[in-house]
């Protein structure tokens, strides 16, 4: 994990992960959205991306409260997780690297120096884990709240969020590389 690197300065691309959070609720899978502006198709930054401050986070909150409040480690983390989905992080790049750190903290991983801010600057480093393909789970499964009501949790679709709610500091070793695309990163 020491290797994982984000790109500050990636272009922000509609319908991904990166203002995206999957849940397992009671009625099955659902995503949360974090809003962003959109402005005109242009191609920016996820720190020139502007968050929408509109009570979303307080409704993807008490979304979350519902889906995993009886997850065996919700009541340790959730103090922590509210103040990331009710940050006042005005850009999505802020808002995903306050989710990184969140991350990280519960993991023991440290957060790549290029992931703190924008300002960094382009390295050669500035890819996502396995130069930018995703960290991915063994989808083995786990104990989950709602196995009683759904037979085919759909584990690897889910989040991080997930897994550490549902096991805590074993998450961390679920987490594996996944091997190089061979496919070129756009400038």
């Known amino acids: 994990m020491e290797e994982a690197r984000v790109d500050a300065f990636e272009h922000y691309q509609k319908r991904t992960f990166r203002?995206?959070?999957t849940l397992m609720t009671s009625v099955g899978i659902q995503t949360w959205t974090l809003p962003v502006e959109?402005?005109?198709?242009?191609?920016?930054s996820q720190?020139?991306?502007?968050?929408?401050?509109?009570g979303s986070g307080r409704k993807a909150w008490q979304a979350m409260r519902t889906a995993y409040g009886?997850?065996?480690?919700?009541?340790?983390?959730?103090e922590g997780l509210e103040s990331v989905f009710l940050s006042r992080a005005d850009t999505l790049g802020a808002w995903n690297r306050e989710t990184l750190r969140w991350t990280a903290d519960?993991?023991?991983?440290?957060?790549?120096?290029?992931?703190?801010c924008a300002s960094a600057g382009r390295s050669e480093h500035a890819y996502a884990p396995s130069e930018g393909r995703p960290a991915s789970f063994k989808v083995e499964g786990w104990s989950h709240v709602w196995d009683d009501r759904h037979k085919d949790i759909p584990y690897a679709s889910?989040?991080?969020?997930?897994?550490?709610?549902?096991?805590?500091?074993?998450?961390?070793?679920?987490?594996?590389?996944?091997?190089?695309?061979?496919?070129?990163r756009p400038e």
């Open 19 to 21: 203002n995206r959070v």
């Open 47 to 54: 720190d020139e991306t502007l968050r929408i401050m509109d």
């Open 38 to 44: 959109r402005r005109g198709g242009l191609p920016r």
């Open 70 to 78: 009886r997850a065996p480690f919700f009541e340790e983390m959730a």
């Open 106 to 116: 519960w993991l023991g991983v440290s957060v790549p120096k290029d992931a703190e």
């Open 158 to 184: 889910l989040s991080m969020v997930d897994a550490l709610l549902h096991l805590g500091p074993e998450a961390a070793r679920r987490i594996t590389r996944n091997p190089r695309s061979g496919f070129p």
